[in-house]
Nanobody, 124 residues
Framework: QVQLVESGGGSVQAGGSLRLSCAAS????????MGWFRQAPGKEREGVAA??????GYADSVKGRFTISKDNAKNTLYLQMNSLKPEDTAVYYC???????????????????WGQGTQVTVSS
């Protein structure tokens, strides 16, 4: 059974940093497209970043501030978030798409498995 478990969320002041982790069990990351999404209160869930064999992709709102990476040996996905802003406040989810390539990575329905989410709160 595939499981994704996020960790690393918390509260931070604007300008600060956090690193989210997503540990997978039941399959190996190396052959999958992996993504991070977020959902702020009262808003729809949106794609933040994704990574596949060809490399990463980012939403315009986080380019230059967030970095997605994965450690295949540890079966863990990461999201390094720097220069955080209050508008980054949301529940962050990791997701797995059973495909070696992230085609239309920001479309949620492309993903087969989801984690439970971790809260990130950025205060001004």
């Amino acid at each position: 059974q595939v499981q994704l478990v996020e960790s690393g969320g918390g509260s931070v002041q604007a300008g600060g940093s956090l690193r989210l982790s997503c540990a997978a069990s039941g399959y190996t990351y190396s052959g999958y497209c992996m993504g991070w999404f977020r959902q702020a209160p009262g808003k729809e869930r949106e794609g933040v970043a994704a990574i596949d064999r060809l490399g990463p992709g980012y939403a315009d709102s986080v380019k230059g501030r967030f970095t997605i990476s994965k450690d295949n040996a540890k079966n863990t996905l990461y999201l390094q978030m720097n220069s955080l802003k209050p508008e980054d406040t949301a529940v962050y989810y990791c997701a797995a798409h059973v495909s070696p390539y992230c085609i239309a990575w920001a479309i949620q329905t492309n993903y087969n498995y989801w984690g439970q989410g971790t809260q990130v709160t950025v205060s001004s």
